[in-house]
């Protein structure tokens, strides 16, 4: 199975999510998108497999975010593409993609919508917390 994950090593959440699909499934594609940076045709496939616009996507705690005045809700999609183009953290992580589809997976347990995973298989965080599949 192809899966990719958008990551940042330095976002718990990332990494949780990481540790899910490497325990679950296997070795995925990393692509360190603050290394990488992003295209704005990457970025509207990516937001158009997992159903969302850029603003869902928009990364606002610990981002530049509301100091560039991206929260006020008059900015459009396309000022908003501009920005994470300039500035990749701008972009929420980790975002999925695997055969079933792509999701930001925030909450980490999202992950397992997207995976084959028997329901009730357990997984424990970095910060203790058991996460169950559905």
């Avoid at 699909?21 to 937001?47: C, H, K």
């Avoid at 999609?77 to 997976?105: F, Q, S, W, Y």
Wanted: hydrophobic share 40%.
């Amino acid at each position: 199975m192809s899966i990719v994950i958008h990551h940042n090593p330095a976002c718990g959440t990332s990494r949780n999510v990481l540790e899910i699909i490497r325990n679950f499934v296997g070795e995925p594609t990393v692509i360190e998108y603050l290394d990488t940076g992003w295209t704005r045709p990457q970025l509207q496939a990516l937001f158009a497999m997992a159903g969302i616009t850029p603003r869902d996507a928009l990364r606002t705690s610990k981002s530049p975010a509301e100091e560039l005045g991206l929260t006020d809700p008059s900015i459009t999609d396309d000022a908003l593409l501009d920005a994470m183009i300039e500035h990749p953290v701008l972009v929420n992580r980790p975002i999925v993609c695997t055969p079933k589809g792509a999701a930001l997976c925030r909450p980490s347990e999202k992950v397992f919508d997207l995976l084959d995973i028997k329901s009730g298989a357990s997984f424990t965080k970095e910060d203790g917390e058991v996460v169950t599949a559905p």
